[in-house]
């Protein structure tokens, strides 16, 4: 089974040719260089996995071996248990908990915002969506910086109803779910779905929100699996602005809460060994989801080519 | 302007009802008019609605107070002043204003260097790759997915003078070890290779994405005039790729110049503020001397910088789409 699909896969991913054709790769000089720049890039991979490795067998080291010159490559006596403390002392569940509200809302959140201006702009579009559209996609160019202090102090003080999100998860959620970015993918995926389609729906008598919900939503499954992943990841790499909204520890994410646990700065920095244990055990998510949609994040990168 | 938005086959039947009885015709067809006007858009509008709400709020509204705070004293808990020109003046005078501007230019031009050639050339060798194509892409993607924190705290244990792995292995071939992160001409240049480790995998997927669109006919002409392949790659590859490639660059400019994570959490600006950016500065403003006024200031010129890239950017991303 697995091998009858890879071999489609692999009859699907028919090559064209690129910089060197065929005939030169037959040739044996072609063959000695293709399969040297091949050991060669096989050989450069070790350049994420080195340094991944290190994290993870740092992590099985006694307090003792982790501190021993020169290192050992894998621990004499592997420490697991080295996770299962890192997994209280830096109290996991909560932030991991924490971190994927965090990401959930952002989701919620920014689809809700994105689907439903894009839906506006690209199948209703009203009188004034010039200007509407401008007051969207030239944020586009405004760099986060310029946000940073003035929305901290927006934040901290909101106008008119003088509420402060300081420690708020919604101080991370509405500042991020501007995002003219989504709005510009999304609309352009709107755009590629017939005006035939959506016209015969209304002459049905659909109302806008049918055709948004029943049509449009459905048939743009694939972007919006893409917009997900994103906002996910994105969210799971937050640091500075989390950092300093949300400075009361019992509603950090990971990655800020890795920060202050850490104590590198202070007295009583965390065992070496607990933190490599504690980076281990954040990076696993990711890693997994990036497994997991691998063709869903490669299509999107080539879908928008704009994300960093 | 708007007859050109409205498209004509929008009116559905129910739009037209039209002109009520007992109303003179010259204010019946103004009524019906706005009437119409509502009924064609009202619910476009109210499908904008949220998205307008929080990009007024979350975007345009900080946009405008970053200025206006540049020109007040705050601290959060008196009152706000105006005071013209002095937070200006007092983030000028700052002796460390120059230094993090060169250090940011400093980490700009060398994260340019490595973060544009090495993904460019990944791109080009894995894209003639006929085996292991989506090893090589997991490889080189996968620190990209790491939060910025791990991959920061990673780094700084490889980095470790007596028991990272780096000097470790430098000691192992017969190299003299470093001080890579205590050392004042090694420090940013070290900040450098983690941002590139962590980014450089978007930056070739992208490329990656980018050649395929390039045609196999031109391979083919340019083979038969007789060009080698240095003479492919400059005349063929790269002219094709290049609006990704000037597209790559300018974004690359604008998001390592608000570099923070890296100096933030690897050497907190040290040694003695050899990778103190322009950003760290800024969060030292706000956080320690509570001087949310200059922080503003140094945002709005640190804004003025990039913005100039900005432009250079959206009229590049407009002629892409011009040319789609």
Redesign the interface.
Same mark, same amino acid.
């Given at each position: 089974m697995l091998t009858l699909r890879r071999r489609r896969r692999r009859q699907e991913e028919s %090559?064209?040719?690129?910089? #060197?054709?065929d005939l030169v790769?037959r040739q044996p000089s072609g063959r000695a260089i293709?399969w040297s720049?091949?050991a &060669?890039?096989?050989l450069?991979?070790l350049?994420?996995?080195?340094?991944?490795y290190?994290?993870f067998s740092?992590a099985l080291k006694s307090s003792i071996e982790?501190?021993?010159? *020169?290192?050992t490559i894998w621990p004499l006596h592997p420490a697991w248990s080295n996770y299962s403390n890192a997994w209280t002392v830096l109290r996991y569940p909560l932030y991991f908990g924490n971190t994927l509200i965090l990401a959930t809302g952002a989701v919620i959140l920014q689809l !809700? #915002? +994105?689907a439903?201006?894009a839906?506006? $702009?690209s199948k209703?579009?009203?009188?004034?969506?010039?200007i509407?559209q401008f #007051? %969207?996609f030239?944020?586009?160019?405004? @760099?986060? #910086?310029?946000?940073?202090? @003035?929305? %901290?102090?927006?934040i +901290?003080n !909101? *106008?008119l109803i003088h509420v402060s999100l300081i420690n708020n998860w919604a101080g991370v959620w509405? @500042?991020e779910?501007?995002s003219?970015l989504n709005?510009l993918i999304l609309k352009s995926f709107f755009d590629t779905i017939p005006?035939e389609l959506t016209?015969a729906a209304? $002459?049905d008598g659909a109302? *806008?929100?049918r055709l948004?919900y029943r049509i449009i939503l459905p048939l743009s499954r694939p972007v919006l699996a893409v917009v997900t992943i994103f906002t996910v990841?994105a969210s799971?790499?937050d %640091?500075?602005w989390p950092l !300093?909204v949300l400075f009361n520890p019992e509603v950090q994410p990971?990655?800020?809460a890795?920060?202050h646990e850490?104590g $590198?700065?202070s007295n009583f920095p965390l065992p070496?060994n607990y933190?490599?244990a504690g &980076?281990v055990l954040? +990076?696993v998510p990711?890693?997994l989801?990036?497994?997991l949609f691998?063709r869903q994040?490669?299509r999107g990168? +080539?879908l928008t080519?704009?994300?960093? | 302007m708007f007859s050109k938005e409205i498209p004509v086959e929008r009116s559905s039947p129910s739009l037209g009802a039209g002109v009520e009885p007992g109303v003179s015709p010259g204010e019946g067809e103004a009524l019906g008019r706005a009437r119409l006007f509502i009924a064609r858009n009202l619910s476009g509008y109210l499908f904008l609605l949220p998205a307008v709400f929080i990009f007024v709020l979350f975007v345009w509204y900080p946009l405008v107070l970053g200025f206006s705070l540049s020109f007040q004293s705050v601290d959060m808990i008196n009152p706000s002043v105006w005071v013209g020109w002095t937070n200006y003046q007092k983030v000028f005078s700052d002796p460390l204003f120059a230094v993090a501007w060169r250090n940011t230019l400093t980490f700009t031009s060398y994260a340019l260097l490595f973060g544009y050639l090495i993904p460019l050339g990944l791109a080009l060798l894995i894209n003639e790759m006929r085996h292991g194509k989506a090893l090589f892409r997991l490889a080189f993607y996968l620190p990209v997915m790491l939060p910025p924190i791990v991959t920061a705290f990673l780094w700084l244990w490889l980095y470790n003078a007596d028991f990272g792995l780096i000097n470790a292995l430098l000691q192992a071939v017969h190299l003299p070890a470093g001080l890579w992160l205590e050392n004042h001409s090694t420090a940013l240049p070290a900040l450098v290779v983690v941002a590139t480790w962590g980014a450089a995998g978007s930056t070739m997927l992208i490329y990656l994405a980018a050649l395929q669109g390039v045609p196999a006919s031109l391979y083919e002409a340019a083979e038969l005039d007789g060009a080698n392949l240095w003479q492919r790659i400059w005349h063929v590859t790269l002219p094709t790729i290049r609006p990704i490639l000037l597209l790559m660059l300018v974004l690359q400019i604008i998001a390592t110049m608000q570099v923070f994570t890296e100096p933030f959490t690897i050497t907190g600006g040290g040694p003695n503020n050899a990778t103190t950016t322009v950003l760290i500065l800024i969060y030292r403003y706000t956080f320690q001397d509570a001087e949310f006024g200059e922080a503003s200031a140094l945002g709005v010129l640190l804004f003025l910088v990039l913005a100039v890239f900005a432009l250079i950017y959206m009229r590049m991303t407009s002629r892409l789409m011009e040319a789609d």
């Open positions: %090559f064209e040719r690129t910089l #060197v054709s790769r293709y720049v091949f &060669l890039l096989l450069s991979t350049i994420t996995f080195a340094p991944l290190w994290m740092s982790i501190f021993q010159s *020169p290192p !809700l #915002v +994105s439903t201006a839906f506006a $702009l209703l579009r009203p009188a004034g969506k010039g509407i #007051v %969207f030239s944020t586009l160019m405004v @760099p986060p #910086v310029v946000y940073l202090i @003035p929305q %901290f102090v927006n +901290s !909101l *106008p509405l @500042p779910s501007a003219a709005i005006t016209d209304r $002459l109302s *806008p929100w948004f990841v799971w790499k %640091f500075l !300093l990971l990655s800020v890795i920060y850490a $590198l700065n070496f933190l490599m &980076l954040a +990076s990711p890693i989801l990036f497994l691998q994040i490669i990168i +080539s080519g704009l994300r960093g | -």
